[in-house]
């Protein structure tokens, strides 16, 4: 098991008229090699719990357990825990700092207290990962780059310290639709690479839908299902219940079936639905 | 996010918070003069009995209200010692080696440390009560006057209120970069003075980029709305000085005017120390 969460809650400035409850016993366990997409309207939570798996929230309330490290522990072991868990957080270009594209991206391998070279090979494998020529941008400013160049030296930034678990939140938020899918991609080609476990925060169902094996519905500070987006995207209550958008893949299939076109599948991707499609057509 | 709460603004909806905020300026500029005026320790109590009836009808817990002193106890603590190691006078109470302290020294702490607090007491029931936003109106109203000597009045508020509006952002966006770099392994708060300051770069230098971003896009929005600060604005929030805010104004002047008037011609705290004495 890679994370375990019991019973997670969480009061933002609590005792003072400010208070806000924004976990209410989340439960909640990932496994090795999952790719989990995190859906659910703006406030219900999401951001607070990824924030919880990095220990960047102090524990309140529950417990938390990534990779053997219990976060309920008095001091755990943080160095290692941020190691092993990457965050992305929401446009994370805005995190960029240093002189060089190189310098900025070896600052977490730096405070991981790497060996130098081990850093440099690190720096320029992580740069060539997120799809940028080293050569060509090591030693540039990172304030000079376009903005989708500045994400992926940002996601860089993470990567060159090798989590085994990658965070990511909002990952495609401001981007255009190519960049989107090119991020997407970059995603996916890191899971299989270097980060067997992602888990992401995203808005965009078809994305969702596409590349997620599981999906967990916030709503109101409790994970309200944690299945597969097939469950999740045909259960009319549920996304009603707690408004959330379908994918367009499945809303083409409700549309169809309200014009009396019932396939015998339920496909959420879209090499499903032509597949359905075309046996429907055959059969 | 919602903990990043800026100033000290206590919303608990009562009277006090409802009062134009330009009384309440003006109510705590007449008290830091009264409070200047005063020289014995009856009129200091009585004004401390003012201010907490006061938080108590803002419905500021004592607790929330006495917290602001701690921002002070410093100085307080280093004007009082000093007072009361440096003051000559006539009655030598303590002699000890080369350390002289006579009963004026001693006194002249006291009267300073509790000069000091009710300086800082008063005028924190005004930031508990009011928004900043509010008061930047109050001053801009205020102020007004001086547009008459073409004073930038309004220019002046708006800068006010903007910085004012950022700090928030600032504040937010502080700690957004912040937790970043913590999942990229920072830590702020280990190793000496050199090691924290440089620890802080990573953190400093987009917060920098992003204010400098957001203050240029600030500054295209409104010239796409074709602002301007000469032209005769209106307000969304209209101040209006109501009935209860001529009670509270006169409330405040009657406890005012009483200090002045026991300080000139009654002295009745004298009457009430010579009762006890």
């Known amino acids: 098991m890679s994370i375990e969460i019991k019973d997670l809650s969480y009061v933002y400035s609590p005792g003072t008229p400010y208070a806000a409850a924004a976990l209410n016993g989340v439960t909640l366990t990932v496994n090795e090699g999952d790719f989990v997409a995190i859906i659910g309207k703006t406030g219900s939570g999401k951001s607070t719990f990824i924030q919880h798996l990095n220990a960047l929230i102090r524990l309140q309330s529950g417990s938390v357990k990534v990779c053997d490290i219990d976060l309920t522990e008095k001091k755990p072991d943080l160095k290692k825990l941020r190691g092993t868990v990457g965050m992305v957080m929401q446009y994370p270009e805005y995190q960029l700092f240093d002189e060089t594209v190189a310098k900025d991206v070896s600052y977490g391998p730096k405070n991981l207290g790497l060996s130098e070279g081990e850093i440099k090979g690190r720096v320029r494998e992580a740069i060539e990962l997120v799809g940028l020529s080293y050569d060509e941008v090591a030693d540039r400013s990172p304030f000079e780059l376009s903005g989708g160049q500045k994400r992926r030296v940002a996601i860089a930034g993470v990567i060159a310290m090798k989590p085994r678990i990658l965070v990511l939140d909002e990952p495609t938020a401001g981007l255009d639709p190519r960049g989107k899918k090119e991020i997407l991609a970059l995603v996916k080609k890191l899971k299989e690479t270097s980060s067997p476990t992602v888990l992401i925060i995203s808005h965009d169902m078809d994305a969702v839908a596409e590349n997620a094996d599981k999906v967990a519905l916030f709503s109101e500070g409790k994970v309200e299902a944690f299945a597969s987006p097939r469950e999740i995207f045909y259960d009319d209550g549920l996304l009603s219940r707690t408004e959330m958008d379908r994918p367009a893949v499945v809303k083409v299939v409700k549309e169809m079936e309200k014009r009396g076109v019932v396939l015998a599948e339920r496909p959420v991707t879209r090499a499903e639905f032509i597949a359905a499609v075309k046996r429907w057509r055959n059969g | ?277």
Request: contains cysteine.
């Open chain 2, 1 to 277: 996010m919602g903990n990043v709460v800026f100033g000290q603004y206590y919303p608990s909806g009562s009277v006090v918070h409802r009062l134009d905020a330009r009384m309440k300026l003006l109510a705590v500029i007449l008290y830091i003069v009264t409070v200047f005026f005063i020289t014995d320790y009856v009129m200091y109590a009585a004004l401390f009995l003012f201010v907490i009836a006061v938080a108590l009808i803002s419905k500021i817990p004592l607790k929330v209200l006495f917290r602001t002193v701690r921002t002070i106890v410093f100085l307080v603590l280093v004007t009082s010692i000093i007072n009361l190691f440096f003051t000559q006078g006539d009655t030598l109470w303590v002699h000890w080696h080369f350390i002289k302290i006579y009963k004026e020294g001693v006194e002249r702490a006291i009267k300073l440390a509790l000069r000091l607090i009710l300086l800082m007491l008063f005028p924190s029931i005004l930031t508990l009560t009011t928004t900043p936003m509010e008061l930047t109106d109050a001053l801009e109203s205020l102020m007004s006057p001086l547009k008459l000597i073409k004073v930038p009045v309004h220019a002046i508020a708006l800068i006010m209120s903007i910085a004012l509006r950022m700090i928030p952002i600032l504040m937010e966006e502080t700690n957004k970069i912040m937790l970043a770099q913590k999942a990229r392994g920072a830590s702020f708060d280990t190793g000496g003075a050199l090691k924290k300051a440089k620890a802080m770069i990573p953190v400093l230098v987009p917060l920098f980029v992003g204010a400098f971003r957001r203050a240029d896009e600030l500054a295209l929005a409104m010239d796409a709305r074709c602002y301007s600060s000469v032209a005769n604005r209106t307000k969304y929030k209209v101040m209006r000085f109501a009935l209860r805010d001529l009670f509270a104004a006169l409330f405040c002047l009657a406890v005012f005017a009483l200090v002045f008037l026991n300080k000139y011609l009654w002295a009745f705290d004298e009457m009430i120390l010579a009762l006890f004495g």
